[in-house]
């Protein structure tokens, strides 16, 4: 009699448990975050699955890969993503557009790059001038910077005094290497095999034009980007999510194995340049964010303006309420 009641509790403890089980996995919050794997976008979302860090915070990733800056915004549109890395001005020109989406945490500061062939005779921003210039997209914030710091800092301004040649990031490569462009405007981790190879030399970077101009440091670049509805669907998942993230980071300063895939995907193989391409994105990756950070990048934006006009930023104000600051464990 003992025994029987025993075998019925132990089965109904086991059903118990399974039903438990999958109730949990039903419970994990989907969130698809969208990164443009081929422009070295992808390390938290590859932190996250290779370390399981989604079901650690209660989340179910997906990963949704993107081809080029911009598209993003688009997939917030259409509700194909819940977050993605944008820079600050994207992120004031989709809100004024109508777009609900807020950052809500650092996602890299600034380190992309000018580079030409190693032979040209391009070797100062100034030999810029008149050139066949490649770019991906003259209303990103970087060439915005660039155009409005080498008219500051040179009397150059490159959307006026250069021939402008569009393409999407690795495809800037490839027109540098047939000559279609002189020198172009990249991202640093698609610059860092062909200068490790002799295939491409670097001219300057935004850090240095910025500096150049007098823009301060410690200002706003890219930002993590969650949509409204998604914050509003999952109330005080927020946190959470942002600790996903931290911790993903704080995986990649840690944990070696990972640079060597993550390197390949932008076209990086042999051990040099994985290193190199370790070293720069724990250099540039998961930057402050913090609220005093907006007014210092306001700063920036109005000497932007005064250079270059309200027009090609789409706004001349920072909205505070476009950023959210989640509470720290």
Do not use: C
């Not at 800092?153 to 006026?160: G, P, S, V």
């Amino acid at each position: 009699m003992t025994r029987h009641r025993f075998g019925k509790f132990s089965l109904f403890a086991l059903a118990m448990l399974a039903f438990s089980g999958h109730a949990d996995a039903q419970e994990a919050i989907p969130v698809r975050i969208g990164v443009i794997t081929s422009g070295g976008q992808s390390e938290v979302p590859y932190a996250i699955k290779e370390f399981g860090l989604d079901k650690k915070y209660g989340f179910a990733m997906e990963q949704v890969d993107l081809s080029a800056p911009g598209q993003q915004w688009i997939m917030f549109r259409s509700d194909s993503i819940d977050v993605a890395p944008g820079s600050f001005v994207d992120l004031m020109r989709q809100r004024k557009a109508g777009v609900k989406i807020k950052a809500f945490h650092g996602f890299q500061t600034y380190s992309n790059r000018i580079v030409a062939k190693p032979d040209s005779p391009i070797k100062s921003f100034t030999d810029l001038k008149g050139r066949n210039f490649g770019q991906f997209g003259t209303t990103v914030l970087d060439w915005l910077i660039v155009r409005a710091a080498g008219l500051k800092a040179y009397n150059i301004d490159l959307e006026k005094d250069t021939t402008l040649v569009n393409g999407a990031p690795p495809l800037l490569n490839q027109l540098l290497n047939q000559g279609q462009a002189d020198a172009i405007l990249q991202f640093s981790s698609l610059t860092m095999g062909p200068v490790k190879k002799g295939d491409q030399r670097i001219v300057t970077d935004v850090p240095t034009l910025m500096k150049e101009a007098g823009f301060g440091p410690g200002v706003l670049y890219t930002q993590w980007n969650v949509g409204e509805k998604w914050t509003e669907a999952h109330p005080g998942a927020i946190d959470k999510l942002d600790q996903m993230i931290e911790e993903a980071y704080a995986k990649l300063k840690s944990e070696e194995k990972v640079w060597a895939p993550l390197a390949a995907r932008v076209g990086t193989k042999d051990e040099g340049g994985i290193k190199d391409y370790r070293d720069t994105a724990l250099q540039v990756d998961d930057p402050p964010y913090t609220q005093d950070m907006i007014a210092k990048t306001q700063t920036m934006v109005d000497a932007i303006v005064a250079i270059a006009g309200e027009q090609p930023l789409g706004f001349s104000k920072i909205d505070p309420d476009a950023f959210i600051f989640p509470a720290k464990p």
